[in-house]
């Protein structure tokens, strides 16, 4: 959320975690405090082309304290590369696998594994992988991890077994970081890609915003209103110490990690109206980069590092503009629709993830081809926010309101599949996705 956002938009309950800060006192909670998100996960939608895989419940599964089975089937089926064939249990890694039996329930790829507790108290987790087509042996792994890892290591499995099979990196070992919304209290929290998982990053009563991950992922950017106005503060999320960035006269707002992680681009108002800024991640060499009179906010990085992507009303209404950092004029990206905010880029530089307007006050989630200018409409929710790309590019996490709900959803990028990550909490709002790092 940017300062943008907050000055413009009408008050309402999607912008609440935007509100103006109140006067009780700030209290804060390192990484390291566990805190489970309790996220339940629906999934719905048809994909075109999906493999049909076959994976049974772990054998033994039930001693590692989690459900390693369903935890995978779940990651493959969210990505919308695969479609999970019902199979009987019993199966495990060291069984040989009767290619005819399987290829009766129309599976192409089979996966089995088992969790077994050594005596020092890790859990031995192994998979293997079989291409039902071909006959053939894939190979598989084992973890010896601790038991508070084995989920994790459910998540490795999946990875593994989609890279295998697609030949693509997966994100399911990936992390997430969001910010909930409790009665008067708001947490920024760590998660799995799947919403579980979940530890506080800072607790407080006063409003957090506008998350922003470093690319090594040992860093969150974030915008705090503690000190009863917006400042920019960079956290370690191992250690959980934590340094303002920018605490400038007015708001300071919107910060977003250059590429290479040396720079951040910020939305200050020190001289008067929000423009972009550019500043080093110790805190020194300040840049102004627009000298407009309008609102310019919500600054993204293309991949390259060579150019912005941001918000203005300079045209009359919020629509997204591309600068390069060279210097030259902004060239405006988005002409479908008179209100668009919110851009995310994808790590190939192809696609822009953006929130449209609609009448009615309708916030619908929409993709961009930079190349071509062709828009598409994803989601059919009414109150979309915050998109953001997994770092595979094949998945965006946002979020909606469903059913009364506050939710986080993640979408393949034709909207075909899409799982809703449903808390227990109040209010769930401006999810980021994470790089590689785990």
């Not at 007015?250 to 020190?270: M, V």
């Amino acid at each position: 959320m940017s300062i943008f956002e907050s000055m413009t938009f009408p008050m309402s309950r999607r912008k609440a975690l935007g509100a103006v800060a109140n006067t009780a006192a700030v209290a804060l909670s390192a990484v390291s405090l566990p805190t489970r998100a309790q996220f339940r996960v629906e999934i719905s939608g048809v994909g075109g082309s999906q493999i049909p895989i076959a994976l049974p419940d772990f054998r033994d599964e039930s001693r590692s304290g989690q459900a390693i089975g369903a935890i995978i089937r779940a990651d493959l089926e969210r990505s919308g590369q695969f479609r999970n064939i019902e199979s009987p249990s019993g199966l495990f890694e060291g069984s040989t696998p009767t290619w005819s039996e399987w290829r009766a329930r129309n599976a192409d790829a089979l996966a089995a594994g088992s969790a077994t507790r050594l005596a020092d108290g890790r859990i031995d987790v192994r998979y293997k992988l079989w291409d039902v087509v071909k006959g053939q042996d894939l190979g598989g792994e084992a973890y010896a991890v601790i038991a508070e890892d084995v989920r994790l290591s459910a998540h490795r499995i999946a990875d593994a077994i989609y890279k295998k099979l697609t030949g693509e990196r997966g994100v399911f070992a990936t992390r997430m970081a969001y910010v909930t919304k409790t009665g008067g209290r708001y947490a920024l929290r760590i998660a799995d890609a799947d919403g579980e998982g979940g530890q506080v990053a800072l607790a407080s009563p006063d409003p957090i915003i506008s998350p922003a991950w470093s690319p090594n992922g040992r860093e969150l950017a974030y915008v705090s209103f503690e000190s009863r106005k917006a400042v920019v503060w960079i956290q370690d999320l191992s250690t959980g110490r934590r340094r303002v960035l920018a605490d400038f006269r007015g708001s300071n707002s919107s910060p977003a990690f250059s590429p290479d992680g040396q720079q951040l681009a910020l939305t200050l108002s020190r001289d008067g109206g929000s423009q972009l800024f550019l500043m080093n991640r110790d805190g020194g060499g300040l840049r102004r980069l627009t000298q407009s009179s309008a609102i310019d906010t919500e600054a993204v990085f293309s991949p390259d590092g060579r150019s912005l992507f941001f918000v203005s009303d300079r045209g009359g209404g919020p629509q997204i503009y591309r600068m390069a950092l060279a210097g030259g004029a902004a060239e405006r990206v988005t002409f479908n629709g008179a209100y668009n905010i919110s851009p995310d880029i994808s790590p190939d530089g192809r696609t822009m993830a953006f929130i449209t307007r609609l009448g009615g006050g309708i916030f619908r989630l929409c993709v961009m081809d930079l190349a071509s200018g062709a828009v598409q409409q994803i989601s059919d929710t009414t109150d979309d926010e915050s998109p953001s790309f997994s770092p595979n590019g094949r998945l965006l996490v946002y979020a909606t309101r469903v059913g009364g709900r506050d939710v986080l959803m993640t979408t393949t990028l034709d909207g075909k599949i899409k799982a809703k990550l449903i808390a227990s909490l109040a209010d769930v709002r401006e999810p980021v996705w994470g790089p590689f790092t785990r």
